[in-house]
């Protein structure tokens, strides 16, 4: 059946705060991950992304860590600022070339 | 430059009814990606071209459902006799390398 009044996982900060978003992936196959960043009526946009021969990778206020062993990964942005509320989803790649994504978190950021 | 563009923006039809979404890839991106989005969900991938050919369909959920890139760069997602369900918005993006996927805005259909 449908999946009527599915409710997202929500993190609430604090302007200036750090915040951490966690993902579980699915297949230990997987070769590659991104997360991305989805506004209200937009399509999703691409934050930062790794390869599983990475356990690290930093961008511009976000790092991304992936730890293999369990299946983890997260997304810590720095400094979190109102225009980063947004639902984040991560994705993985694990047969050829599309990517299946993950639940999705919805960030909420008070000022 | 110009992103992945999608139209129309919204499409409501009635149950039955056939239609057809276009995506307009970024230029010289090879690859395209056609996505579904259910309320409160992830993508979930129905096809993927590279050229002219899909080299991935295994994600279409039913024979209902078709797309053609007949010419390597604008795609058309096709749906036959469509059902309450089918409601969502579908989701296109392009690659140039099958790493970074680039996403358009979507097309929300609305099948009454």
């Known amino acids: 059946g449908e999946n009527v009044g599915l409710h997202l996982p929500t993190l609430s900060v604090q302007e200036g705060d750090n915040s951490i978003i966690n993902c579980a992936y699915s297949n230990s196959a997987s070769d590659y991950f991104i997360w991305y960043k989805q506004e209200s009526g937009k399509g999703p946009q691409f934050i930062i992304d790794i390869r599983s021969n990475m356990d690290k990778r930093q961008g511009q206020r976000v790092t991304v860590l992936l730890n293999k062993t369990v299946k983890h990964l997260s997304l810590q942005i720095a400094a979190t600022q109102p225009g980063d509320s947004a639902v984040y989803f991560c994705a993985e790649r694990n047969q050829g070339e599309k990517l299946i994504f993950g639940q999705g978190t919805e960030l909420s950021v008070k000022p | 430059g110009a992103g992945v563009s999608q139209t129309p923006s919204n499409k409501v039809t009635e149950k039955g009814k056939y239609v057809e979404l276009r995506c307009d890839p970024i230029s010289g991106h090879t690859a395209l990606y056609w996505y579904r989005q259910s309320l409160g969900q992830g993508p979930e991938f129905l096809i993927y071209?590279?050229?002219?050919?899909?080299?991935?369909d295994s994600g279409l959920p039913n024979d209902r459902f078709f797309a053609v890139r007949p010419e390597g760069s604008v795609s058309t997602l096709k749906i036959q006799r469509t059902e309450r369900g089918d409601s969502a918005v579908y989701l296109c993006?392009?690659?140039?390398?099958?790493?970074?996927?680039?996403f358009g805005p979507g097309t929300r259909l609305t099948v009454l």
């Open positions: 993006a392009s690659s140039s390398d099958g790493n970074e996927q680039f």
């Open positions: 071209f590279q050229g002219t050919g899909a080299a991935d």
